[in-house]
């Protein structure tokens, strides 16, 4: 049973939540700093998901008590994310997060980074908690958003939220890979999931002068959010945020997101060799790891794991049976023993986008950009035109969830 939470109790820690943002130059706009203030974060909260570091599992929490109460209380006006919904991975027995309340600093910087003004129409990917439409509803009339998700159930709790506090924005029960083309075109895309390229629904729901906030993301786990403009065409083109903010992967399904199983290893012998690179480089899922994926085979994976001899590699495998593995400690002489296998060199692959990284000078997200028309897309450096250029994957997010 819901918490009922007193008005008097919950907005003063709303205003807490406010100031902290405007204190950490998260929000400016006073716009959002309204919406903020009006929209109780807690009635799409009642519950989250604590991870039980000892067990590897997770454990659900609810107030049921004044002293848990209050703890709920203080996290849900925090600049805290937090988890809502976990599923089985396909009945193996794992559990797995597949949705989260986004960490309020967060979203708001991506609110306020898609530019709205009044009247606008805007499409939101990824409803979850319905907390970031019920943000967009106070600030821009409920009429004016619209929201999908491929988990129905989510999609119930929303609406049922929204309506308890006045709100109708307009909900589906849908793969958000197919934008919402009966309710569009929408003047802003905001996407609070990862995909490796931009959908040509999206491109072709979104006016002209239209701006899309997506999360570009590829097999190594390196991305970030990027603002792309539409011009008169169908084509986006924008650059990376300074800012760095990530998302679950987009889901095809209603469960957790469940890859295709890692390519089978080449029987074939392996060679051996040292490596300057550590492969510790390719952790963390920013810079450098992002500019690697352009130089490796699409459908690539990527693991830390312990070899045959109980020593810790990061292993990288292609559909082509390629694969290697790199040891994660230094051997005597500084370097890092590999193991490959397979017709592509993919560890030179790594090697060779580390020196071209260190020749740009180690580029920062903002440095970046993307073009993406529905049959190419392109990374780039510096400048569209005249800056180096690298093509990204395209594949269609619809056709791999029918398959």
């Known amino acids: 049973m819901a918490v009922m939470v007193a008005e008097s109790r919950w907005r003063p820690m709303a205003a807490h939540l406010a100031e902290v943002l405007q204190a950490d130059g998260d929000l400016h706009d006073p716009a959002w700093r309204e919406a903020v203030l009006a929209v109780p974060r807690h009635e799409f909260i009642p519950r989250y998901y604590r991870q039980d570091n000892g067990a590897g599992r997770w454990v659900l929490v609810e107030p049921n008590d004044e002293d848990s109460t209050q703890r709920w209380l203080d996290l849900v006006y925090s600049p805290t994310t937090l988890i809502t919904d976990i599923a089985d991975y396909a009945g193996r027995g794992v559990q797995a997060p597949v949705s989260s309340s986004t960490k309020p600093d967060l979203m708001i910087r991506m609110l306020e980074a898609l530019e709205v003004t009044d009247g606008m129409r ?143 290893r080449t029987t074939e012998a392996s060679t051996t060799r040292d490596t300057t690179l550590d492969p510790g480089e390719l952790d ?75 020749e740009l000078r180690e580029p920062a997200w903002h440095e970046f950009g993307l073009t993406a028309t529905p049959t190419e897309h392109r990374i780039w450096l510096g400048d569209p035109q005249d800056g180096p250029r690298w093509p990204l994957p395209t594949p269609d997010p619809l056709a791999e969830a029918r398959s």
């Open 284 to 358: 963390g899922g920013k810079y450098f790891p992002f500019l690697a994926q352009l130089y490796l085979p699409p459908g690539m994976f990527h693991s830390i794991s312990i070899d045959d001899n109980d020593v810790a590699v990061t292993e990288l495998r292609a559909p082509d049976g390629s694969w290697c593995e790199t040891n994660r400690e230094p051997g005597a002489n500084g370097c890092f023993a590999l193991r490959q296998a397979g017709p592509t060199p993919l560890w030179a692959g790594v090697e060779t986008a580390w020196d071209r990284w260190r």
């Open 122 to 264: 805007v499409l939101e990917i990824g409803t979850g908690t319905g907390y970031n439409a019920a943000l967009m509803s106070h600030r821009l009339g409920d009429k004016q958003v619209c929201s999908v998700d491929i988990d129905p159930q989510l999609i119930t709790d929303a609406r049922q939220r929204l309506a308890g506090l006045g709100y109708t924005p307009t909900l589906a029960a849908a793969d958000g890979a197919a934008g919402l083309a009966e309710h569009g075109p929408f003047d802003r895309i905001i996407a609070t999931c990862a995909l490796w390229a931009v959908p040509t629904t999206w491109i072709e729901q979104l006016r002209p002068g239209g701006l899309a906030l997506v999360h570009i993301e590829g097999p190594l786990g390196a991305g970030n959010l990027l603002a792309l403009r539409r011009g008169d065409t169908p084509v986006l083109q924008g650059r990376f945020l300074p800012w760095w903010g990530c998302f679950m992967r987009r889901r095809a399904t209603a469960g957790p997101t469940v890859g295709p199983p890692p390519p089978a």
